[in-house]
């Protein structure tokens, strides 16, 4: 009988500072997912997708990412790190790449 592997994703939540608009967040985020993309590669690849639209929340700016669960860990620590305000993901939040609507995500390439 074959197996069919499953990957899971959990959704991360990533909010910018108080005050700030969704420019400068979408920059920051740009430079800190830079980094990672040339300094851990192959985690890198663990992040699957983001979501299309910044929202807000709080009154600081969001998005959210779609990270294979045992990377999470990783990611949290590393956007905390950087600056950025990370509510601990839930562990219902999680989806197959089935379950993030096009509409909603990009998927990013790798």
Known sequence: MLEIIVTEFVAVEVLGTNGEVEAPFGQRLTAFWSEVLRAIPDEFE???AETILFETVLGKPSRCYAIESDAVDLFVGKLRQAGF???SPSDEDVYTKYELPA???WQIEH
């Open 46 to 48: 663990k992040v699957y």
């Open 85 to 87: 305000e990370v509510p």
């Open 103 to 105: 509409t909603e995500w």
